[in-house]
């Protein structure tokens, strides 16, 4: 079955840098479009990047252009996302996200929290 498991949240400082894993099982990532999302308490899931099926073209939120970058693994059915600069308000738990065949697929989430 599909499954997306997300890992490389945790603490860091105000400028500091993530790299965000999501390891997909139960399909080839190559064939779909994969998306970040990220959520605070009291707050609806936000979308983060996108990237088209085989990788052909990204998609971010105004508030993370030129910070963050999603990328494919197609060897290893994995799905990145680098995030630099990173400011307080990007705290929040990320979701790796996939459709397939209809249906929409949520890991379990990573926390990340950028506090000094």
């Known amino acids: 079955q599909v499954q997306l498991v997300e890992s490389g949240g945790g603490l860091v400082q105000p400028g500091g840098s993530l790299r965000l894993s999501c390891a997909a099982s139960g399909f080839r990532i190559g064939t779909y479009a994969m998306s970040w999302y990220r959520q605070v308490p009291g707050k609806e899931r936000e979308l983060v990047a996108t990237?088209?099926?085989?990788?052909?073209?990204?998609s971010y939120a105004d508030s993370v252009k030129g910070r963050f970058t999603i990328s494919r693994d197609n060897a290893k059915n994995t799905v990145l996302l680098q995030m630099n600069s990173l400011k307080p308000e990007d705290t929040a738990v990320y979701y790796c996200?996939?459709?397939?065949?209809?249906?929409?697929?949520w890991g379990q989430g990573t926390q990340v929290t950028v506090s000094s």
């Open positions: 996200q996939v459709d397939v065949r209809s249906w929409r697929y």
């Open positions: 990237s088209t099926k085989a990788g052909g073209s990204t």
